[in-house]
Nanobody, 124 residues
Framework: QVQLVESGGGLVQAGGPLRLSCTAS????????MGWFRQAPGKEREFVAS????????YYADSVKGRFTISRDNAKNTMYLQMNKLKPEDTAVYYC?????????????????WGQGTQVTVSS
C-alpha cells in the first residue's frame, strides 16, 4: 500500500506557472511508476503525465507536452508537476497516482493508487 497526498494547487492567471507536489508514504516510493491525471468539471478524468521509478523516462499527454514537466525526488518520496504557460482549459482537479511495482510501463492504464486531488484554477 502507498498513500498519496497532493499539494500546491491554487488560482493562477493564464500564462503563469504553478508547481504541484505529491508526497508518498507507505511502501518504498522508488518502486512505483507515478503519474498525474486531471478532471475538469463535467469531464472524464484524463492522463497528464507519467514517470518511471528512476525518473529517466517520462510520457506526456499531447495537450501538455512542452508546457508541463514531471519529475521526482525519491530521497524525498515526492513527485512534482511543473506547469508553465497555463491556460484556462488546464483548470481541473489534479490527481497523483501510482502503479503496483509489478507494472513498470508508462502506459496510462494500470494506476491503482490515488490521492485526493488538488484544485488548479487558471483565470483568463
Amino acid at each position: 500500500q502507498v498513500q498519496l497526498v497532493e499539494s500546491g494547487g491554487g488560482l493562477v492567471q493564464a500564462g503563469g506557472p504553478l508547481r504541484l507536489s505529491c508526497t508518498a508514504s507507505g511502501r518504498t516510493f522508488s518502486m512505483y511508476v507515478m503519474g498525474w491525471f486531471r478532471q475538469a468539471p463535467g469531464k472524464e478524468r484524463e492522463f497528464v503525465a507519467s514517470i518511471s521509478w528512476s525518473g529517466g523516462r517520462t510520457y506526456y499527454a499531447d495537450s501538455v507536452k512542452g508546457r508541463f514537466t514531471i519529475s521526482r525526488d525519491n530521497a524525498k518520496n515526492t513527485m512534482y508537476l511543473q506547469m508553465n504557460k497555463l491556460k484556462p482549459e488546464d483548470t481541473a482537479v489534479y490527481y497523483c497516482a501510482a502503479k503496483e511495482p509489478t507494472d513498470q510501463s508508462l502506459r496510462i492504464t494500470g494506476f491503482g493508487y490515488w490521492g485526493q486531488g488538488t484544485q488548479v484554477t487558471v483565470s483568463s
